[in-house]
């Protein structure tokens, strides 16, 4: 079954740095999602992203995030200038083949991003 | 704007038992529910959702769950747990949008713990 899938599974950065994390959502799948999971805390929805440009996103998701789908397969989250905060697991999804709405999101296994 | 609430953040249970994880949500519009189950350093994984039709839902490893709109519920249900259903387990909201993906909003979860 085809799956999305997240790298790296664990990036440690220091504090001020920019990270990437990167997706490659399932092929035929149109809508793309990030969420973030802190520890101990409810996962949360940053941005969603379709047809190449963000379709809605949180108030989380401010000026220091960004999100790119630099080809047809990747799919990017860039946090500038991390912050303690920013620490959490981060989870891509992808929904809605082609010709099938509103099916569910299908998650990776997350990034967990550490900020030192 | 849409809300969830998890009543349970942990429930013990002897395997072979009968569990019930209780979902509440809140919604001023029409919503699609989920249940997904996250294991130890894996992601969200599907369970089952509900979008319309049948309010008894059924779903993967023999969960169920039962859509009651008066009381704003999507309860999760097994008759009979496995050790290996021990898990967090989060249920989610978006709107009921037809030919749009919303973002799910998500409980706070529940951790089912499985004893012999």
């Known amino acids: 079954e085809p799956e999305v899938t997240q790298t790296p599974s664990h990036q440690v950065t220091q504090m001020g740095q920019e990270v990437i994390l990167r997706c490659v959502p399932i092929?035929?799948?149109?809508?793309f999602y990030w969420y973030r999971q802190i520890l101990g805390q409810k996962v949360e929805f940053l941005v969603s992203?379709?047809?190449?440009?963000?379709?809605?996103k949180s108030e989380i998701f401010d000026d220091q995030f960004s999100v790119e789908r630099p080809d047809g397969s990747n799919f990017t989250l860039k946090i500038r200038s991390t912050k303690l905060e920013d620490s959490a697991m981060y989870f891509c999804?992808?929904?809605?083949?082609?010709?099938?709405?509103?099916?569910?999101?299908?998650f990776g296994d997350g990034t967990r991003l550490s900020i030192l | 704007a849409q809300s969830v609430t998890q009543l349970d953040s942990q429930v013990p249970v002897f395997e072979e038992a009968p569990v019930e994880l209780r979902c509440n949500y809140s919604?001023?519009?029409?919503?699609?529910l989920f249940w997904y189950v996250q294991y130890p350093n894996q992601g969200l994984q599907l369970l089952l959702k509900?979008?319309?039709?049948?309010?008894l839902v059924k779903g993967i490893n023999g969960f169920e769950a039962e859509f009651n709109k008066s009381q704003t519920s999507f309860h999760l249900r097994k008759p009979s747990v496995h050790i290996s259903d021990t898990a967090e387990y989060f249920c989610?909201?978006?709107?009921?949008?037809?030919?749009?993906?919303?973002?799910?909003?998500f409980g706070t979860g529940t951790r089912l713990q499985v004893t012999l």
């Open positions: 999804a992808s929904s809605t083949p082609q010709g099938m709405s509103n099916q569910p999101q299908h």
């Open positions: 092929s035929n799948h149109l809508y």
């Open positions: 992203f379709y047809n190449n440009e963000i379709s809605e």
């Open positions: 919604s001023s519009v029409s919503v699609y």
């Open positions: 509900y979008l319309s039709g049948s309010t």
């Open positions: 989610a909201v978006s709107k009921g949008d037809t030919g749009t993906a919303s973002k799910l909003t």
